[in-house]
């Protein structure tokens, strides 16, 4: 019966909307899992977060995604420019059964481990470490606070967006996160910075943004110059 009402959610919940999150609870690791793969099955790009036996399935909101969309294309740029490596890991599961969380965060990346086998089809949820960077913007409807999934699966870097601010947080070794000026990933960038090309998206669109973030972060590229010259 469970499994049953779990797959109409993900089959009728809209994939853009107002609607609240639906909550239920008393569903098992393994009903989390069917939830996770009957989403791939249909096709469709839900929010879905798993902790200790509460399952949350919530629609994407527009200005969630358009911010979300903004911060992936900041890192992609920073990436390019600084000749940082990385694999782009979208919305890949993060999950661990003996610690009874999962959910896919909004973007992912990796710069370090980049021999952890995220291109292999074999590699499962909670397989390997976890991506070096993952990216949450806040939506007003979600009932789930998804920073301690982000610690119970080691993340180091989050960018959490609350819709008016971005903060830069960095594990500790407490496991609490604390706010950072700069980006672990990208130590040239501020947070303030971020934030001030986050404000344009309010009177620009996005190319137009992105264009200017990446005048910004070429700028930055002299900070790099060894005194030969050389990067």
């Known amino acids: 019966m469970a499994d049953r009402l779990i797959e109409t959610i993900i089959g009728e919940l809209p994939f853009f909307g107002p609607e609240d999150a639906v909550c239920l609870g008393g569903v098992n690791w393994d009903q989390y899992r069917r939830a996770v793969k009957a989403q791939e099955e249909l096709g469709r790009r839900l929010q879905i977060s798993y902790a200790s036996g509460r399952l949350e399935v919530l629609p994407n909101a527009f200005r969630t995604e358009v911010r979300r969309c903004l911060l992936r294309s900041f ?8 000749g940082q490596e990385m694999y782009v890991l979208g919305s890949t599961t993060l999950a661990g059964r003996d610690r009874d969380y999962g959910f896919d965060p909004q973007e992912s990346f990796c710069f370090r481990n980049l021999s952890r086998g ?114």
């Open 75 to 82: 890192v992609c740029l920073s990436a390019e420019i600084f």
């Open 118 to 231: 995220v291109l292999d089809p074999q590699t499962g949820p909670g397989c390997g470490p976890p991506p070096d960077l993952v990216i949450e913007v806040e939506n007003p409807k979600r009932a789930s606070n998804r920073l301690p999934m982000c610690v119970r699966a080691g993340v180091p870097e989050v960018w959490f967006d609350d819709l008016d601010t971005l903060r830069i947080l960095s594990l500790q070794p407490d496991q609490t996160y604390s706010v950072t000026d700069y980006s672990p990933a990208f130590p040239l960038i501020p947070s303030h910075d971020l934030n001030r090309f986050l404000s344009l998206a309010h009177t620009n669109e996005m190319t137009a943004v992105s264009r200017e973030f990446r005048a910004y972060v070429e700028s930055l590229m002299p900070t790099l110059a060894a005194p030969d010259g050389t990067i």
